[in-house]
């Protein structure tokens, strides 16, 4: 089945030890999407890509980087990892940018844990 | 600037009970989408619905129903009949025309108890 999946579900760093998450999709999508989630609350738009080019949401710290080498892929590199980024993030695709009823498709998510 | 409300944080019922989730927005746009998703324990957003602006008429899937009223800017999600697998978190959000991207509620969390 066509599905975005994301690699590890489940995350363990140290504070300030770089951490990086990954997203694969095998849906073909022209744009990729970063959401940070916290406990109890909503999703939060960090980043995305549509095809190769990098839309960076204007509250998103610098600490969060990403890249996307290919249709398939795409990373999400956490820098120097504090406590308040204890999260679980959130990649999802859709086949077009944001066009009035385009669905987002997600993955399971990463849950990152800061020690 | 856009704004989704879903003031019911929790809402605990016993199986075979109705439900419904509230969600109000607020947008300038005249053109907007509106959507639910669901978040069960393993964490991945599964869409339920879609609406545009223009289309109000309610919608009936099995055992879920929506309820779309531009009068009042709400958009309500309503499951009949519940089941213990209904336990999961419930996001409304939004697309304005003008803006690409969703603007998610602050989520309804769903226990539904055998």
């Known amino acids: 089945d066509a599905m975005v999946i994301q690699n590890p579900r489940y995350q363990v760093t140290q504070f300030g030890k770089p951490v990086t998450l990954s997203c694969s999709q095998t849906l073909n999508h022209n744009v990729m999407y970063w959401y940070q989630q916290k406990s109890s609350q909503a999703p939060k738009l960090l980043f995305h890509?549509?095809?190769?080019?990098?839309?960076n949401e204007a509250d998103t710290p610098d600490n969060f980087q990403s890249r996307r080498p290919n249709t398939s892929f795409c990373f999400l590199d956490i820098r120097s990892p504090g406590l308040g980024d204890a999260a679980m993030y959130l990649c999802?695709?859709?086949?077009?940018?944001?066009?009035?009823?385009?669905?987002?498709?997600f993955g399971a998510g990463s849950r990152l844990t800061v020690l | 600037a856009q704004k989704v409300t879903q003031a019911q944080t929790e809402i605990s019922v016993v199986e075979k009970e109705d439900v419904t989730l509230d969600c109000v927005y607020e947008t300038r746009d005249t053109t907007y989408y509106l959507f639910w998703y669901k978040q069960p324990p393993s964490g991945e957003l599964v869409f339920l619905i879609r609406?545009?602006?223009?289309?109000?008429q309610n919608e009936i899937s099995g055992r879920y129903s929506w309820n779309f009223q531009k009068s009042t800017s709400s958009f309500n999600f309503t499951i009949t009949a519940s089941q213990v697998v209904d336990s999961a978190v419930y996001f409304c959000?939004?697309?304005?025309?003008?803006?690409?991207?969703?603007?998610f509620g602050g989520g309804t969390r769903l226990m539904v108890k055998p």
């Open positions: 959000a939004l697309r304005g025309d003008a803006g690409n991207m969703l603007t």
């Open positions: 890509y549509y095809d190769k080019d990098f839309n």
């Open positions: 999802a695709t859709s086949r077009v940018r944001g066009q009035g009823l385009s669905v987002l498709t």
């Open positions: 609406r545009n602006s223009f289309d109000e």
